[in-house]
């Protein structure tokens, strides 16, 4: 990796400021209801704590509009992470002042303290540099493990690091390596597994990666914008009307390029997005019938996408393929999980709605990787360059 890590720095008896991703959900009794973002931080934390330096954690949670919010407070995350971690986590409800340098003056080597949620500060999303400077002076060195931001320019993770060196922790240089082999060097036979609502969403993957994958596996309600865009009947299937040109230059340019799109041959219907309403398998090439939607793939297209994945080197999926938050239509993504499981090769699911997927079906340790970030890793797969990478160390030559 050409990026600095944690482990390229002399920690000991130093002062870490450390941007970490603890947007996770707090349920009504104001406790972490799943810690998966906590746990994926611990070894980066403990790292610093082992090296005797004291660690500042900065995090945002949900969106609060530019101020203070009780429900959005990181007071329960602090608790939570004290719990599970058995380190000595200590909390200031402020960003900046005279309480945080004197909480900073008081920690001994080896104490975690978390400041406030970093978006209860107006000028956190504008990249604020005095906000910025005011947080660089209280540390020496600038940890980034927070992937899921990396994609943003915010005073927390590309701020300071203009005052001092940032480097990167274990998580974030996971997600460096995997995306980059898979976004620049894979190995072939290479195939993207892309599902979700929208084209418009996965246009900039698509472009990108029509020039290095050998097949491109469409499910989800995306599937649907293709199908009009060659004529077959949708119902009320989600379209997106102004993206049916776009669906067919993608066509166009895959055939160009010799890159297999593969796109489902049957779908689950129903006339309404629910649980235990009447649903049916119906073949694509006879269309849906109007007042029914297609909610997720069917059976032949399970079997079909299995095929497809059965010689893989390299697999990329973001995307749930139907639903999947309804049981009655999470089969076609619980099979694409598994299939994409059995893969010898190197196995990578983006963040978001396919990571939600792969915990709800308990398969998180089957792949290569999963990701901690939706949006971020879907702008690395595009290709583009993500601030919150750019902004850490490079390693001298």
Do not use: C
Request: glycine share 10%.
């Amino acid at each position: 990796m050409k990026k600095l890590t944690i482990r390229d720095v002399d920690l000991n008896g130093k002062t870490v400021i450390m941007r970490v991703d603890f947007n996770v959900p707090i349920d009504k009794d104001g406790k972490v209801s799943d810690d998966t973002r906590i746990t994926a931080a611990l070894p980066t934390i403990k790292y610093a704590v082992e090296k005797k330096a004291k660690v500042i954690l900065l995090s945002h949670l949900g969106r609060p509009k530019g101020g203070p919010d009780p429900k959005y407070s990181l007071k329960p995350v602090a608790d939570h992470l004290k719990k599970i971690s058995g380190l000595n986590v200590l909390f200031v409800p402020h960003l900046i002042g005279e309480e945080v340098k004197q909480a900073v003056k008081n920690m001994k080597p080896g104490d975690v303290l978390i400041l406030e949620n970093t978006r209860f500060h107006p000028g956190e999303e504008k990249n604020d540099l005095e906000l910025a400077k005011a947080w660089a002076e209280l540390a020496d060195i600038h940890v980034n493990d927070a992937f899921g931001t990396a994609h943003r320019a915010h005073s927390s993770n590309v701020g300071i690091a203009m005052f001092i060196p940032s480097v990167a922790g274990f998580l974030m240089e996971k997600e460096i390596e995997f995306l980059n082999k898979v976004t620049y060097e894979p190995e072939h036979p290479y195939v993207v597994v892309l599902g979700g609502a929208k084209v418009s969403d996965k246009i900039g993957v698509i472009t990108n990666l029509l020039n290095k994958a050998d097949k491109l596996l469409i499910g989800g309600a995306m599937m649907f914008t293709f199908f009009k865009a060659k004529g077959i009947p949708v119902g009320s299937s989600l379209v997106e009307d102004d993206k049916l040109e776009l669906a067919k230059e993608i066509l166009k340019q895959a055939e160009q390029k010799k890159v297999q799109i593969i796109l489902p041959v049957d779908t689950v219907i129903a006339q309404k997005m629910e649980a235990g309403t009447e649903s049916r398998v119906v073949e694509i090439k006879g269309g849906i019938p109007d007042g029914w939607m297609g909610l997720d793939i069917g059976p032949q297209t399970i079997r079909l996408f299995g095929e497809s994945l059965k010689d893989a080197k390299t697999v990329v999926w973001n995307g749930p393929m139907g639903v999947f938050e309804i049981d009655d239509f999470a089969k076609g993504t619980k099979a694409v999980a598994e299939l994409i499981a059995k893969v010898n090769g190197t196995t990578v699911i983006g963040g978001g709605d396919s990571a939600a997927a792969v915990a709800k079906f308990g398969l998180e340790s089957a792949y290569s990787h999963v990701s901690t970030g939706g949006g971020a890793s879907l702008e690395f797969l595009e290709g583009k360059e993500l601030p919150g990478i750019t902004s850490i160390a490079d390693k001298k030559k």
